[in-house]
Nanobody
């Protein structure tokens, strides 16, 4: 089991940027970011493969968000630019034992506690 701790959330104005980090207790394989807004289901945001070469984004964030990882494969980042009020949610980091990227919650084995992102209009 991998322990995941997210950081970097906060309050930002629309059009601004935030960088989320997810620190893992050990090396990881495929990783992903999800988010959950009040009253809504958890939704996929971005994922990357173990090597970091392959990435995939939801249509709602494509072109604005970038997922990446460090060489040690213990930290994953989510750079969020051009933020919109509808991006407001709790953002969760997730780790999968798979090597290829995956996009659905059941494919992930470990989850962080989440970090709040609030975008004001």
């Amino acid at each position: 089991q991998v322990q995941l701790v997210e950081s970097g959330g906060g309050l930002v104005q629309a059009g601004g940027s935030l960088r989320l980090s997810c620190a893992a207790s050990g090396p990881t394989f495929a990783m992903g970011w999800f988010r959950q807004a009040p009253g809504k289901e958890r939704e996929f945001v971005a994922a990357l493969s173990r090597t970091g070469i392959s990435t995939y984004y939801s249509d709602t964030v494509k072109g604005r968000f970038t997922i990446s990882r460090d060489n040690a494969k213990t930290t994953v980042y989510l750079q969020m630019n051009s933020l919109k009020p509808e991006d407001t949610a709790v953002y969760y980091c997730a780790a999968s034992k798979r090597r290829t990227l995956v996009t659905t919650p059941p494919d992930y084995d470990d989850w962080g506690q989440g970090t709040q992102v609030t975008v004001s209009s």
